[in-house]
């Protein structure tokens, strides 16, 4: 189960936190296939939100075939959604040597931001704003 | 989605003065719908139009289909009004204020607002001037949830909590709304909590209903654009301008966007809810806009 945070201060609605939430965990193997997402109630009980916010993700998630509501029960992440965890070790150990060059060629942490934002604008076309959007 | 609460080109006077003047608005059934305005915008005014403390001098009001006026004993039960300062009676302990709402409320369910005190550890025999202001904010909120209204109505309920006792407030009012089904309508002028806790919003200046319609849509079709001083007009005639700042240098511009903004001239930003609300509380009777 993860439990979902909200920062009211990113500019990004409080659904699309929920659902950047839930893709990331999918992401970093923190969720897996049939696990369920915490229910409405308990969504509303830790952050003090509008249920309909919640069930607005969770529709969201439903639309994108990342995960399903079975009814009575809740929200379970889907057994065939699109996003499944890459092969991380390898990705992560090839990052981290790369910002290690980085580092030795006198960039700091900032630097390093700015240079993995505009490889990924160059690869993907779009612009990730790597500083405010951690969700 | 259907309305619980109309409210058609309504204008309100006391003596000489006009609280509210043509108001139009609507708050979709299941929405937790935020009210939000200046002192003295009018707020008040329209919630007590709503559970039928006043009425309209023109216009008219409509609640689950019905007039709260011209017919009380459908409407009334089925609404709940958490008034400001929640007035209670200080000398009443809790059960005794849960005795008046049960002889006063023909739905009344006892063992909800029993239960819903004990899940949140407020003894019942202690007198409600001996609580502190959340606890007080609670009991208030216990009475009005213990009707089973399909219809939540607060003006300004959490406004003089802290932090905590306002999180653990508004926690209820969330759990209360994910349990069964409320619509709630609620002035407040804490803008970061209503943007958490509600998905539509009415803003209230002046009299009038200077913007209306779902959080979403608002944060997602308005942006600030930075550019070069004196190209006002050519955004003008494309988006809508809600306000504008010039200094010798530069403009500031917040818009409502039709659409994308495609324009190198100008530097393009997401703005946040409370901006936008700010701007709308500083334009001018006349230049309202519908969502």
């Known amino acids: 189960m993860i439990e979902f945070r909200l920062d009211p201060r990113s500019g990004v609605p409080t659904y699309l936190q929920l659902v950047l939430q839930v893709k990331q965990a999918l992401r970093l193997g923190m969720l897996h296939p049939g696990d369920q997402l915490p229910t409405v ?88 704003d790597f500083g405010r959007r951690s969700a | 989605m259907s309305a619980a609460v109309t409210v058609e080109q309504v204008s309100k006077r006391y003596g000489a003065r006009w609280a509210l003047q043509d108001c139009t608005l609507e708050v979709p059934t299941g929405s937790v719908t935020a009210l939000v305005g200046p002192n003295g915008a009018g707020k008040t005014t329209l919630l007590h139009l709503l559970v039928g403390l006043t009425e309209p001098t023109e216009g008219r009001v409509s609640v689950l289909g019905a007039s709260p006026r011209t017919d009380p004993t459908h409407v009334l039960p089925r609404i709940g009004f958490v008034a400001q300062d929640h007035p209670l009676e200080p000398r009443f302990r809790v059960d005794e204020m849960l005795a008046v709402g049960r002889r006063l409320n023909p739905r009344w369910d006892e063992s909800l607002a029993r239960d819903w005190l004990r899940e949140r550890q407020i003894p ?22 213990a009707k089973r209204p399909e219809v939540m109505v607060l003006d300004e309920p959490a406004a003089a909590l802290d932090p905590l006792a306002r999180r653990e407030f508004l926690q209820s009012l969330m759990e209360a709304v994910a349990e069964r089904e409320l619509t709630v309508l609620m002035s407040s002028h804490l803008l970061a909590d209503l943007e958490r806790v509600c998905d539509h919003l009415v803003v209230l200046a002046a009299g009038g209903v200077q913007l209306v319609g779902p959080i979403d849509e608002i944060a997602a079709s308005h942006r600030l654009l930075v550019g070069p001083p004196g190209d006002e007009q050519a955004v003008a005639r494309v988006h809508q301008v809600v306000h504008a700042r010039h200094t010798p240098r530069q403009t500031t511009l917040l818009v409502r966007a039709n659409g994308h903004v495609y324009d190198a001239r100008w530097q393009i930003e997401d703005v946040a809810l409370e901006d936008v609300v700010l701007a709308y509380l500083q334009r001018r009777p006349d230049q309202e806009v519908a969502a």
């Open chain 1, 41 to 128: 109630k308990e969504v509303v009980a830790t952050l003090a939100i509008n249920p309909n916010t919640v069930l607005k993700a969770y529709r969201e998630l439903d639309r994108e075939g990342l995960a399903e509501g079975r009814r009575g029960q809740g929200t379970f992440i889907a057994a065939k959604n699109a996003i499944a965890p890459p092969d991380r070790s390898g990705l992560a150990a090839g990052l981290v040597r790369w910002i290690r060059q980085a580092q030795s060629a006198g960039c700091d942490e900032d630097d390093v931001v700015a240079l993995f934002a505009a490889a990924t604008h160059e690869v993907f076309g779009t612009h990730q």
């Open chain 2, 124 to 145: 019942l025999a202690d007198r409600v001037g001996a609580l502190s202001g959340g606890q007080r904010a609670q009991v208030a909120l216990a009475l009005a949830i």
